[in-house]
């Protein structure tokens, strides 16, 4: 498999994703990671989950903070898509 994206940047985009996600990020942060979303499949589908299970939670409290259960997923896909053998279609998935 070869993929030349620097998966570096994922993790530093992963990082600052649970800021992203509460709006507390300014808006080069938030840039940065809308456009690295764009043109990194792995980050797309983490992101895209992301909003789904925080929407989620919204619906059944009204400030609810990120449940340690997905950062603890978070750190688990981060490593995936360090991996070499890393496969976003088949990988990621809550
Ligand atoms: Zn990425």
Redesign the pocket.
């Known amino acids: 498999m070869t993929d030349p994206?620097p998966?570096h940047?994922?993790i530093e985009?992963f990082a600052k994703l649970s800021e992203y996600l509460d709006q507390e990020l300014d808006d080069i942060s938030c840039h940065e990671i809308e456009k690295?979303?764009q043109?990194?499949q792995?980050?797309e589908v983490c992101l895209a989950t992301l909003r789904r299970t925080i929407e989620l939670c919204k619906q059944m409290e009204p400030t609810p903070p990120i449940p340690s259960s997905v950062s603890h997923r978070l750190k688990q896909m981060i490593a995936k898509?360090g991996h070499p053998s890393f496969n976003a279609k088949s990988s990621l998935h809550f």
Do not use: E, K, L, R
């Open positions: 994206h998966h940047q994922c985009m690295h979303a043109n990194c792995a980050c898509i």
